[in-house]
């Protein structure tokens, strides 16, 4: 059974510092990863997307990277913002049909 | 355009009450998923329809009950709930049967369960 963990489950930051986000997972046949964005009491925003033939992914400050065969992602915030602070989970898309995510980390950017 | 939309945002309802919380999506996606969040939790798969069917039930309780009238629409009727019942009920989408699609979420219904 696929099982997804992140670490650290909440972290504090200044403004401005640079940052990484884990995800591992047990199980390396998956068809892809994908980061979400969650603020308190919303949806999930769509972040990147790994696919299981890739290595990294960027989008604007966001930079995510994939390792398969050790069952590892990684989330690079670059320069983060108060704006950045929300709850960031991975997911691994386990078969055609299902995600498996992760328990998220809770992110704090501080002014 | 990317967007899953859920309606209501916001639902309190009694045990005894029937009600249906909606979603809709206009990206051409045929597969449609309902996920229920717990507090402080990661999203829970519950239903999983492709092409209008019901392909996964991950063993939910019948007083949950999903329908997905057409490739866009995807509804989850209500009905005796119970407070533990009370969550964030979120609605996604993608393409069935491809290795690299993208999900895409709604903002969720916050379901109260009085």
């Known amino acids: 059974k696929q099982e997804v963990t992140q670490i650290p489950a909440a972290l504090s930051v200044p403004e401005g510092e640079n940052l990484v986000l884990n995800c591992s997972f047990t199980d390396s046949a998956i068809y892809n990863l994908q980061w979400f964005r969650q603020d308190p009491g919303k949806g999930l925003t769509s972040l990147l997307l790994?696919?299981?033939?890739?290595r990294e992914q960027t989008s604007g400050r966001l930079n995510a990277s994939l390792d398969k065969s050790s069952g590892r992602s990684t989330l690079y915030i670059a320069a983060s913002q108060p704006g950045d602070s929300a709850t960031y989970l991975c997911?691994?898309?386990?078969?055609?049909?299902?995600?498996?995510f992760g328990q998220g980390t809770r992110l704090t950017i501080n002014p | 355009d990317t967007e899953v939309t859920q309606t209501p945002k916001h639902l309190v309802m009694g045990m005894t009450n029937k009600k249906s919380l909606k979603c809709e999506q206009h990206?051409?996606?045929?597969?449609m998923y309902w996920y229920k969040q717990k507090a402080k939790k990661p999203p829970e798969l519950m239903f999983v329809?492709?092409?209008?069917?019901?392909?996964i039930n991950e063993s939910v309780p019948s007083r949950f009950s999903p329908e997905c009238p057409n490739s866009s629409l995807l509804n989850l009727h209500l009905h005796a709930l119970q407070p533990e019942d009370s969550a964030l009920y979120l609605c996604?989408?993608?393409?069935?049967?491809?290795?690299?699609?993208?999900?895409?979420f709604g903002q969720g219904t916050r379901l109260t369960v009085v």
């Open positions: 329809y492709s092409y209008e069917k019901l392909s």
């Open positions: 990206m051409g996606h045929r597969a």
């Open positions: 997911a691994v898309r386990q078969g055609a049909q299902k995600l498996v």
């Open positions: 996604a989408s993608s393409q069935p049967l491809i290795r690299d699609t993208e999900a895409f």
């Open positions: 790994i696919q299981s033939s890739q």
